[in-house]
């Protein structure tokens, strides 16, 4: 009558011609007192893992776990856009943030031209004691735009500090802003259109200047940059 071998979980009966242990899933060895290397799962550790981009199967089942930017049965996917981490388990927490999402593997946040900051939350202030007016976009440094504010205007001194299209003056347009018109608006007074424009210009410009509301200097902390009334 066969002996019994011992394994790791169960009491299992020896082959009764090689006397070998049928060992339990995630174990090998003579006695089953091992458990599988890695790469190898099943009984005996006798299949092979198949997961993909760095991914680790389970020793006793094969179920695959999936490093940071990763994801799916084998870990073949890439993590979509606006998820990261370990199975691309963590959504991005971003405000101003790329299409491609967040980095998929750190979380890292990637911000759209004109933002910048930990989480892209920089780059956008809007004039607390104009609300009722108007919003206005900043850019961190006069004739540059794009992200971090790292590309020069193009054809004129002053541009968009998204999109980099030139800012012109009241009466002219144009890529270059070399071209004239006649500046006629149904919808706003003349005073309104050229306090308007005024804001635009001074805002997106504006590096360091001074004169508040009160005759005081005042500053837009979260940019370190200082502002001032145009009235």
């Known amino acids: 009558m066969g002996r019994k071998a ?6 299992l009966a020896c082959h009764p011609q090689t006397g070998l242990c049928p060992c339990p899933p995630g174990t090998e060895g003579a006695d089953c007192s091992s458990t599988c290397q890695e790469g190898r799962f099943g009984p005996g550790c006798a299949q092979v893992c198949i997961c993909q981009n760095g991914g680790r199967c389970d020793p006793v089942t094969g179920t695959c776990s999936c490093p940071a930017g990763f994801f799916g049965p084998l870990c073949q996917h890439n993590c979509p856009a606006g998820w990261w981490g370990a199975g691309c388990a963590m959504k991005c927490n971003c405000y101003n943030m790329q299409e491609s999402g967040c980095d998929p593997i750190s979380g890292r946040c990637r911000c759209k031209p004109g933002y910048t900051g930990e989480r892209c939350e920089q780059g956008k202030i809007i004039g607390s004691f104009l609300r009722f007016l108007v919003s206005a976009p900043i850019a961190m440094t006069r004739g540059y735009y794009g992200e971090k504010c790292a590309q020069s205007c193009r054809n004129c001194p002053d541009c968009h500090f998204v999109t980099g299209e030139c800012l012109c003056n009241l009466g002219t347009y144009g890529s270059a802003c070399d071209r004239s018109k006649l500046h006629r608006s149904v919808f706003q007074p003349p005073a309104i259109r050229k306090t308007m424009r005024a804001l635009t ?31």
């Open 6 to 11: 011992q394994s790791t979980d169960q009491i």
């Open 201 to 231: 210009v001074k805002w997106m410009t504006v590096s360091t200047v001074s004169g508040c509301l009160h005759a005081t200097t005042c500053r837009l902390s979260r940019l370190g940059l200082k502002a001032h009334s145009i009235f």
